[in-house]
C-alpha cells in the first residue's frame, strides 16, 4: 500500500490529523507548563526525566498527568458540604 500525499487526502483526513496535531501539542505544552511550575518534591521521579518524557507523542504527557504527579489536597475536586 503507497502512502499518500497530503494533496491526496479528503478534507476529514487532513482535518482529523490537524486536529490530531493540536491535541499533541496542546498536551505538550500543558505538561511542560506543569512541570515547570510544580516543585519537585510534588513529582514523582526526576524533573529532568519528565521533561524528556513528555515529548513522545501523546504518551509522554498523558504518562505524567496519569503517573508524575503526586497527589495534594489541592488536586481533589473539593465539593460544598
Partial sequence: MQ???????STKQKGFILLLGVVQVTLLLA???DLRKRPSS?????????????????????????????KSSNDALKLPA
Fill in 3 to 9: 502512502r499518500k500525499r497530503w494533496e491526496e487526502l
Fill in 31 to 33: 505538561a511542560l507548563a
Fill in 42 to 70: 510534588q513529582i514523582k521521579g526526576s524533573k529532568r526525566l519528565w521533561n524528556l518524557v513528555v515529548f513522545i507523542n501523546f504518551v509522554g504527557p498523558l504518562a505524567y498527568f496519569l503517573f508524575g504527579r503526586k
